[in-house]
């Protein structure tokens, strides 16, 4: 299993979203080096469990992205939990988690939780919209957030999520200036390898989502453009 602190390309898959098991065979063996199952819309317990079944039959390190209580399974080797920091709703960065805690505390393995501080900033994406994100942020802000989730919160990633676009990479390098020790992760709108390596060359992790659904054979070139990307 690759430990998160050495991911530097992983591959998002929707469970709201059908994949055949060719193309899943191709994500899980492209070398990535983990499988996020994550989404905003229509992830269901029953969808979450037939993915993690099937990515399970590779040996690839497979994360949990938690976006609704009721699809929490065990099996999955890390659980990354947004905070969306930008959120105007207090429920998106630490409501929804003091539910979960609240009634599955006890039983929460803590090795395997992971925080991501979610800076989201396409406002047209359904995680926008479902979290009521201040989208309209100025550097300063941003790089506010990502010294917040470093030095203040210590949290273990630091995401810039554009989901749906590319995103600005002068802000990803003014980002990448300011964290120390949080890992940064960069996710939205990359097609080709081309685009991945340009965002690796600051991002610690980059995130490929929908090039998987829409591109596949250029989407498993980002394994390799990233991997001969120093960051
Ligand atoms: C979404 O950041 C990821 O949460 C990846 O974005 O689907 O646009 O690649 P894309």
Redesign the pocket.
């Known amino acids: 299993m690759k430990y998160y602190d050495e991911w530097r390309h992983v591959f998002?898959l929707d469970p709201n979203k059908e994949i055949d098991d060719d193309a899943l065979a191709l994500v899980c063996e492209s070398g990535t080096d983990a499988v996020i199952v994550?989404g905003t819309d229509g992830v269901t317990l029953d969808r979450t469990l037939s993915l993690l079944a099937r990515v399970r039959r590779f040996p690839v390190t497979c994360a949990l992205e938690v976006s609704t209580l009721s699809a929490v399974t065990p099996g999955f080797d890390h659980y990354l939990i947004p905070a969306v920091m930008n959120s105007t709703d207090v429920k998106w960065f630490v409501g929804k988690h003091h539910e979960a805690v609240k009634v599955y505390g006890e039983l929460i393995d803590w090795e395997e939780v992971l925080v991501e501080g979610y800076c989201v900033l396409n406002d047209k994406a359904k995680?926008a919209q479902k979290t009521t994100a201040n989208t309209a942020l100025t550097t300063e802000d941003v790089l506010a957030y990502a010294r917040l989730a470093d030095k203040m919160y210590r949290f273990p990633f630091f995401y810039l999520?554009?989901?749906?676009v590319l995103g600005s990479k002068a802000l990803v390098e003014q980002v990448r200036e300011v964290l120390t020790e949080t890992k940064l992760i960069y996710?939205?709108?990359?097609k080709t390898a081309a685009e991945a390596a340009a965002f690796a060359a600051y991002a610690d992790v980059v995130?490929?989502?929908?090039?998987i659904y829409e591109q596949l054979e250029e989407a498993l070139k980002t394994v390799e453009a990233v991997r001969a990307q120093k960051a």
């Open positions: 998002k994550g995680v999520e554009y989901s749906g996710g939205g709108g990359i995130v490929v989502g929908n090039a």
